[in-house]
């Protein structure tokens, strides 16, 4: 069984649903702490007219205090989500399938969800949903994984029975690829190489949130999510 295992993102690019349609079960790993710094895991961005811009979910002072699924969202007046409907409405207006992300966005957002991990995956899921990926999300703090770096991902993955791990290309740089031999656990990193769709607004921009694709192109959306270069396998599996 092949196990990916990312932090969530708030309405992500199409790699990230590539990524999770890739897998047999997807871990969102939340349960670490929120990162210093600007981070994907509350904005992403939009092609519009003028160029892009974020859409940015507000969240509590000093974030990266705590783990990712306990970072609440901090606007009690809702004022983002008006900010981000007039948003999304300028930029993918125009594009025949409109109404399926208003629709998408609106429901999800309806529920009012005061922790910031809460929303992104209830988006992830409802964007899968649309999209036809049926791979199974959990969440990685079910788990209760201890370690640290390589070892913890280790152990949700044996918590689950993997047989082999895919992984983001970033990763490299802190994963040690020799525990996954040991352990005899397959290694893969994702390759992110896709064909251009139909896009409004000049110029044709990859990495912006899905919603842009879905707008574009509707249930054949999924049509331009296979990457076009193969995974880059570093550990074959060993396991069954």
Request: proline share 4%; glycine share 4%; hydrophobic share 40%.
């Amino acid at each position: 069984m092949k196990v990916g295992i990312i932090q969530s993102n708030y309405i992500p690019w199409r790699g990230y649903f590539d990524f999770i349609d890739s897998v047999d079960l997807f871990i969102v790993f939340d349960d670490i702490q929120y990162p210093m710094g600007r981070s994907w895991r509350n904005r992403n961005q939009l092609k519009t007219d003028s160029g892009l811009h974020w859409l940015t979910v507000p969240v509590q002072s000093k974030p990266y205090q705590l783990d990712i699924d306990q970072v609440l969202i901090s606007s009690p007046n809702q004022s983002w989500q008006t900010k981000h409907r007039i948003l999304i409405e300028r930029s993918l207006k125009a594009a025949d399938f409109f109404h399926d992300v208003v629709c998408l966005w609106e429901s999800a957002i309806s529920v009012d969800d005061i922790k910031l991990s809460d929303l992104n995956v209830r988006l992830i899921k409802s964007i899968c949903s649309y999209l036809n990926i049926t791979t199974p999300i959990v969440m990685a703090r079910d788990y209760s994984a201890t370690a640290n770096k390589t070892e913890r991902i280790l152990q949700l993955l044996k918590k689950v029975n993997a047989t082999s791990y895919l992984s983001g290309q970033i990763a490299k740089d802190y994963l040690d690829e020799n525990l996954f031999r040991e352990n005899g656990i397959g290694l893969e990193y994702k390759a992110y190489d896709y064909l251009p769709y139909p896009q409004l607004w000049g110029d044709f921009i990859g990495n912006v949130s899905i919603l842009d694709l879905i707008a574009n192109a509707g249930k054949e959306a999924k049509l331009f999510l296979t990457s076009q270069s193969p995974n880059i396998i570093a550990v074959k599996a060993t396991t069954t």
